[in-house]
């Protein structure tokens, strides 16, 4: 499984997070701000998505929050991962699977839908 982190501001935690990662045998994927305009599926690795380029006049939309994605994932890997992020007190508020639905999408449009969806249940 790849757990694929953007970092919205905390170097501390994307370090606990990449330590622990490695620690249960995940693959950490960081992504930086210059690439919250990427298709989920090229930060995925997924085959078919390449790096879009940025071009030299705009700037990458801006993501506030920090964002775990869980990319090769199953139903018997995701909830040991959850659980291990709760008992070593890693709190990420937006957390999503990457799926055949979201992979084509950039990682600031699923960044929106998450927040549209955490708006509705609130």
Do not use: C
Request: a positive charge.
């Amino acid at each position: 499984m790849k757990l694929i982190y953007f970092d919205a501001g905390n170097p501390q935690k994307k370090k606990e997070l990449e330590q622990l990662a490695k620690s249960a045998g995940y693959d950490f994927v960081p992504v930086t701000a210059m690439q919250t305009g990427q298709k989920i599926g090229y930060l995925a690795g997924v085959s078919g998505y390449r790096e879009a380029p940025l071009s030299v006049l705009s700037l990458p939309p801006r993501i506030g929050e920090d964002m775990l994605l869980f990319a090769q994932a199953t139903a018997d890997t995701i909830d040991p991962a959850l659980e291990l992020l709760k008992k070593n007190r890693i709190l990420i508020a937006l957390k999503a699977i990457v799926t055949p639905y979201n992979v084509g999408w950039t990682l600031f449009e699923l960044y929106q839908e998450l927040v549209k969806e955490r708006e509705k249940i609130k």
